[in-house]
């Protein structure tokens, strides 16, 4: 069954301090990866994507990993903002073969305080 | 100013009672899409449109109903057929359906049912 499991499922932080997301999938076939940055109440923004090929890729602050023979993925945030608090969701593409269906993660929703 | 627009932003229904929420993009996107977002839970395609005047059933379809007869408009009607409709709905497009086009999302309408 494909599915993309992310952990914590929460987090606080002081404002200042790096974090790490993590996101373990078991979709197969693979095609990519993205991260999402959802604000609540809010539609995604998409931060990152890579493909089987890629094993980094950073965005500003955003810096996101993938290991494709482990099927793990992680995101790093640096000198985390309060713009920062919002739910990070870790999205899964499986290929043409499987129509590009898109298979989700439910989020880390992340709280940085001040 | 370019993206994707979803009215109204909140939605109240009586048991019983079809409702439409609108989506409308200027992107000029061939493909769009409709999910539903539960707390805890990672986003589920509803429906998607690869191209006008077509479309097609995603994961959880029962008790919703779609049109693409524009291009830039694909609203989903929300049926009394679905008994939990109560969540989260996002709409997204993309310049095609292929995988490596991003999704970008619409701010999202939620309705609860009274």
């Known amino acids: 069954k494909n599915q993309v499991e992310q952990s914590p499922q929460s987090l606080i932080i002081l404002e200042g301090k790096n974090c790490t997301l993590q996101?373990?999938?078991?979709?197969?076939?693979?095609?990519?990866l993205r991260w999402y940055k959802q604000d609540t109440g809010r539609g995604p923004v998409s931060l990152t994507i890579m493909t089987f090929s890629e094993n980094t890729k950073s965005n500003g602050r955003y810096t996101a990993t993938l290991d494709a023979d482990t099927k793990q993925s992680s995101l790093h945030i640096t000198a985390s903002q309060l713009s920062d608090s919002a739910s990070y969701i870790c999205v899964v593409s499986a290929g043409r073969e499987y129509g590009n269906k898109l298979v989700f993660g439910a989020g880390t929703i992340l709280r940085v305080k001040s | 100013d370019g993206g994707i627009t979803q009215s109204p932003k909140y939605l109240f229904r009586k048991e019983g009672q079809n409702v439409t929420l609108s989506c409308e993009q200027n992107l000029n996107h061939d493909a769009m899409y409709w999910y539903r977002q539960d707390p805890g839970q990672g986003l589920r395609l509803i429906y998607y449109?690869?191209?006008?005047?077509?479309?097609q059933k995603g994961d959880i379809a029962e008790g919703y109903s779609v049109s693409r007869e524009k291009k830039e408009s694909f609203p989903l009607t929300v049926t009394s057929a679905q008994k939990n409709p109560t969540a989260f709905y996002l709409c997204?497009?993309?310049?095609?359906?292929?995988?490596?086009?991003?999704?970008?999302f619409g701010p999202g309408t939620r309705l609860t049912v009274l």
């Open positions: 997204a497009s993309s310049r095609t359906s292929g995988s490596l086009d991003e999704q970008f």
């Open positions: 449109s690869q191209i006008v005047n077509d479309f």
């Open positions: 996101c373990n999938y078991t979709v197969s076939p693979f095609s990519n």
